[in-house]
């Protein structure tokens, strides 16, 4: 059986999603499709709007076979923590192919880029070490060498580095790379809505667009037509609900959290803020941060207010907010290295129960279920991975049971039947 593997987090799932899942069956003639998906919380540094489990059945039913949950401590750090933790997953889970959209989807920019980053010759490294001098974030400094090594050699240059889904897709080649893997590498054509872009294209809308909508106070029965012609069916009711019932998160329901966090350590420094997790930039630029932060850690203002309060020209906003989440869940600094230490099951169709025995059967990592019974199965350094993936779902379910008045299931008391195909 061949699998295509796709790196996700649905935060909704939208048409462009659909499309991604169609293209690995119809064009790339896949028979099932692996996800290894975020859970409670994404890379972008904020708890997803939905639920996991509730993102997993709306991929299943619109083409995916098998939801497999990316450890937290992957998702929340960098792209290529992120990167380095899906092709990981999607490796030990046999997938055959890897699967994204791109702006740019021809396969040999990506190898061109990815052996410059995982060479650096010298005068990239000097080129880089120059603009994170003139106080450049790592990411842009990083862009900016490669646009100087690269000069010439690429058409539309600026832009492939600049496109969030490219640069993730570099990300994931030099993983692939890495690890030694085998796994086709297929990046698909991105049409329709671009990542950042506000508004509907067609059939097609950004995630963040789509967020937006909904976290807006106005009423959404003048959008939700729209609506329907970007989001699946089920995706919309989902959203539709959880905006009746008062269930999505938002960045800003993390910061009583965040407040008590910054409130309660003696050191930030030392604890957790700790400047050398912050990309590349281990000294001037992470002392002005946590100067800022120490000078402000009183103010209790929401996540986003603080968030742009510290972002600067050197550190990103994004990396900030993951700082925040890694601070509440208590993770500690970001190790772009960490590696997938089980594979935990979300959700599967017929199609994708059929998979399980075949990735047991040829996989060095055991599938957990259920995490209750098969936490035993787990070494020590997989138990504890496993712990800092619960502690962030039972987080975010406390914050939803609180805003809504419900109770939700614990991760130990959920029960799931495969989707129906």
Same mark, same amino acid.
């Given at each position: 059986?061949?699998?295509?593997?796709?790196?996700?987090?649905?935060?909704?799932?939208?048409?462009?999603?659909?499309?991604?899942?169609?293209?690995?069956?119809?064009?790339?003639?896949?028979?099932?499709?692996?996800?290894?998906?975020?859970?409670?919380?994404?890379?972008?540094?904020?708890?997803?709007?939905?639920?996991?489990?509730?993102?997993?059945?709306?991929?299943?039913?619109?083409?995916?076979?098998?939801?497999?949950?990316?450890?937290?401590?992957?998702?929340?750090?960098?792209?290529?923590?992120?990167?380095?933790?899906?092709?990981?997953?999607?490796?030990?889970?046999?997938?055959?192919?890897?699967?994204?959209?791109?702006?740019?989807?021809?396969?040999?920019?990506?190898?061109?880029?990815?052996?410059?980053?995982?060479?650096?010759?010298?005068?990239?490294?000097?080129?880089?070490?120059?603009?994170?001098?003139?106080?450049?974030?790592?990411?842009?400094?990083?862009?900016?060498?490669?646009?100087?090594?690269?000069?010439?050699?690429?058409?539309?240059?600026?832009?492939?580095?600049?496109?969030?889904?490219?640069?993730?897709?570099?990300?994931?080649?030099?993983?692939?790379?890495? =690890?030694?893997?085998?796994?086709?590498?297929?990046?698909?054509?991105?049409?329709?809505?671009?990542?950042?872009?506000?508004?509907?294209?067609?059939?097609?809308?950004?995630?963040?667009?789509?967020?937006?909508?909904?976290?807006?106070?106005?009423?959404?029965?003048?959008?939700?037509?729209?609506?329907?012609?970007?989001?699946?069916?089920?995706?919309?009711?989902?959203?539709?609900?959880?905006?009746?019932?008062?269930?999505?998160?938002?960045?800003?329901?993390?910061?009583?959290?965040?407040?008590?966090?910054? *409130?309660?350590?003696?050191?930030?420094?030392?604890?957790?803020?700790?400047?050398?997790?912050?990309?590349?930039?281990?000294?001037?630029?992470?002392?002005?941060?946590?100067?800022?932060?120490?000078?402000?850690?009183?103010?209790?203002?929401?996540?986003?207010?603080?968030?742009?309060?510290?972002?600067?020209?050197? =550190?990103?906003?994004?990396?900030?907010?993951?700082?925040?989440?890694?601070?509440?869940?208590?993770?500690?600094?970001?190790?772009?290295?960490?590696?997938?230490?089980?594979?935990?099951?979300?959700?599967?169709?017929?199609?994708?129960?059929?998979? *399980?025995?075949?990735?047991?059967?040829?996989?060095?990592?055991?599938?957990?279920?259920?995490?209750?019974?098969?936490?035993?199965?787990?070494?020590?350094?997989?138990?504890?991975?496993?712990?800092?993936?619960?502690?962030?779902?039972?987080?975010?379910?406390?914050?939803?049971?609180?805003?809504?008045?419900?109770?939700?299931?614990?991760?130990?008391?959920?029960?799931?039947?495969?989707?129906?195909?």
């Amino acid at each position: 059986m061949k699998t295509a593997g796709i790196i996700c987090e649905y935060n909704p799932f939208h048409n462009g999603h659909k499309k991604q899942l169609a293209y690995a069956h119809e064009v790339l003639g896949c028979d099932a499709v692996i996800c290894a998906m975020s859970g409670d919380f994404v890379q972008r540094g904020q708890p997803a709007i939905l639920d996991k489990y509730s993102r997993a059945a709306s991929a299943l039913r619109n083409g995916a076979d098998l939801v497999l949950e990316l450890p937290v401590s992957s998702v929340l750090s960098s792209a290529e923590g992120f990167a380095f933790g899906g092709v990981r997953l999607l490796a030990a889970a046999g997938a055959d192919a890897l699967v994204f959209g791109a702006r740019y989807p021809d396969p040999d920019l990506y190898r061109m880029v990815a052996d410059i980053l995982r060479e650096e010759p010298p005068r990239f490294q000097a080129s880089l070490r120059k603009h994170i001098s003139e106080g450049y974030s790592f990411p842009h400094a990083r862009a900016l060498a490669l646009q100087e090594e690269l000069s010439g050699k690429i058409d539309h240059l600026k832009d492939f580095l600049l496109s969030p889904n490219d640069m993730l897709g570099i990300e994931y080649r030099k993983a692939l790379d890495l =690890i030694h893997s085998t796994m086709d590498f297929c990046p698909m054509k991105r049409v329709g809505a671009d990542y950042y872009e506000e508004g509907i294209q067609r059939d097609t809308a950004s995630a963040s667009y789509i967020r937006g909508l909904f976290s807006n106070q106005m009423q959404l029965s003048g959008v939700l037509k729209q609506l329907s012609n970007v989001l699946p069916e089920d995706s919309l009711k989902c959203l539709e609900n959880g905006r009746t019932k008062h269930t999505l998160l938002y960045p800003d329901d993390l910061s009583s959290l965040l407040n008590y966090q910054l *409130l309660m350590k003696k050191n930030l420094n030392k604890d957790f803020i700790n400047p050398a997790s912050i990309g590349s930039v281990k000294t001037k630029n992470a002392d002005d941060f946590y100067n800022r932060l120490q000078k402000n850690r009183f103010n209790f203002r929401t996540f986003n207010e603080r968030a742009d309060l510290l972002k600067s020209k050197n =550190i990103t906003r994004t990396h900030i907010c993951r700082l925040f989440c890694r601070t509440i869940l208590e993770l500690g600094p970001e190790i772009h290295d960490e590696k997938p230490r089980y594979l935990r099951v979300l959700g599967f169709t017929e199609k994708g129960r059929e998979l *399980l025995p075949q990735i047991r059967e040829g996989s060095s990592l055991p599938i957990v279920v259920n995490p209750g019974s098969d936490r035993k199965k787990l070494s020590e350094s997989a138990k504890r991975q496993l712990d800092k993936d619960l502690r962030a779902s039972e987080l975010c379910r406390m914050l939803r049971e609180e805003k809504s008045g419900l109770h939700f299931p614990s991760e130990s008391q959920r029960r799931f039947s495969p989707i129906p195909e």
